[in-house]
């Protein structure tokens, strides 16, 4: 494995490959749930690339930026283990220069996450457009977790003619149900017991429309009645481009859920 | 040549070509000055790829989108004289969708034309965007009659990590020196013979520069003096990078002037 810092040599590199290229982009911090990408990857394209860039401009002033966790010298290890042929890990400066062309999110970016996160998606689609470019993959792979940012990047790949297929994976989960995020090391104990409230509710809302339910409100209820201990931030229901909807279409729904734990922010979804 | 209308037909071709690729964007009404592009990225490329599409994104509600010479015909007959290979004439409908991801112009965007136009490059920048996403060139050429635009998309290119050469091309101009616009053609006698002041200041500037000048104040006049009888919209001296300067510096400064005749507004520059 090839490990990258400069533009240049990714360039320089991406330049010479004729076969398909996989890509993963990601923040480090790296669990099974990342893994569980790089192996489709793996599976689906004779290149890896895999990256690695704590992204500023989709943090706000307010957020987490200094204390997201960094683990580089494991997250190589683990790229080594999982075969990736090339690990593209930047510095800031590498990455964002002064004066910048900029990428503006369309309307649905500045509702759920983009409501209590303004600007955020701009920042993402940011950087994944550069991160294209400079990767160019046949294939990129992105988490359903982030429901909404998986939405918006295949839209900005739609809008702006780009030539990758983007592949949606399945969220990963610990044997007890907590969807894995780089974030929940932040939990104490407790706060570990009590998300499994999220997970749980979205089984029951699952099982609920499996047996006949369409209606938002009575699924909606249940989840509330199941996190009711919880500080809950949203429990929201959306077709798979995001618009809201009016009663449950099983084969193009999300249900999202948003839970506070302190100044943590835990998401969780399931795509029916 | 093959005249392509679709997305999907340009994807599939594009795809299969692994030769060096020139291309050369149009809004159409194409005139010698394409042409001096178009030769180019035939000497410089196996296969040239010529587009012609009239952007609406980039003309403000009040501007001449309705009555901007339209010459199909023609230009497919010019593009088949040029060896072109492939031709894209895409439908308003075909490049722009409701709900996008949008491309923001840094701020010297909205200065010079993009202060008489605001949101211009905007406009801009998202379409030549896209036709690089789908046409993936090598080298993409522009003249640099529209100086600020080249500027823009040479910062594009870079900020978002474009793999493409960007080829700047110098303006062709009539015999008499009227430099070529697509809107020359609404210009009556009077107008047209009043334009030649434009190139003619820039002459006498750039003797005047290569006699020694070197004082901003001192060239500009000489420009305002020789077109006193013109409706001046500006006269400005910048360099590379569009940044006012205090001094010429001959090998890093453009003259930029833009005179009105009625609704017309004519362009010219030149780079020392």
Same mark, same amino acid.
């Given at each position: 494995m090839e490990v990258i810092k400069t533009i240049e040599e990714l360039q320089n590199i991406r330049k010479n490959i004729t076969k398909s290229v996989g890509f993963v982009p990601t923040m480090g911090a790296l669990h099974n749930g990342h893994i569980s990408l790089i192996k489709k990857a793996k599976e689906e394209n004779e290149i890896v690339i895999v990256?690695?860039?704590?992204?500023?401009?989709?943090?706000?002033?307010?957020?987490?930026?200094?204390?997201?966790?960094?683990?580089?010298?494991?997250?190589?290890?683990?790229?080594?283990?999982?075969?990736?042929?090339?690990?593209?890990m930047p510095e800031v400066s590498t990455m964002h220069t002064n004066e910048e062309v900029l990428i503006k999110a369309p309307q649905n970016s500045y509702v759920l996450e983009g409501f209590t996160r303004p600007g955020h998606f701009d920042g993402v689609?940011?950087?994944?457009?550069?991160?294209?470019?400079?990767?160019?993959?046949?294939?990129? +792979?992105?988490?359903k977790k982030d429901a909404q940012q998986l939405v918006l990047i295949q839209q900005m790949v739609k809008n702006l003619f780009l030539p990758i297929n983007i592949i949606?994976?399945?969220?990963?989960?610990?044997?007890?149900?907590?969807?894995?995020?780089?974030?929940?090391?932040?939990?104490?104990?407790?706060?570990?017991?009590?998300?499994?409230?999220?997970?749980?509710?979205? +089984?029951?809302?699952?099982?609920?429309?499996?047996?006949?339910?369409?209606?938002?409100?009575?699924?909606?209820?249940?989840?509330?009645?199941?996190?009711?201990?919880?500080d809950i931030e949203y429990v929201t229901i959306v077709d798979k481009n995001f618009n809201e909807i009016n009663i449950i279409e099983p084969s193009n729904t999300i249900i999202l859920v948003v839970v506070r734990f302190g100044n943590v922010r835990l998401l969780d979804n399931i795509w029916l």
């Open positions: 990256s690695i860039f704590v992204n500023p401009t989709q943090f706000l002033p307010n957020e987490d930026l200094s204390k997201y966790p960094r683990k580089d010298e494991a997250d190589i290890k683990i790229c080594q283990m999982c075969k990736v042929d090339y690990l593209f689609l940011q950087v994944v457009l550069k991160l294209f470019n400079l990767t160019q993959p046949t294939n990129a +792979y992105f988490g949606p994976c399945d969220i990963v989960r610990e044997v007890d149900g907590l969807a894995l995020s780089s974030r929940n090391v932040y939990l104490d104990k407790t706060q570990r017991e009590n998300a499994l409230l999220i997970s749980k509710s979205l +089984y029951m809302a699952g099982s609920l429309i499996a047996s006949g339910e369409r209606n938002i409100k009575a699924v909606k209820d249940k989840i509330y009645k199941i996190m009711n201990s919880l």
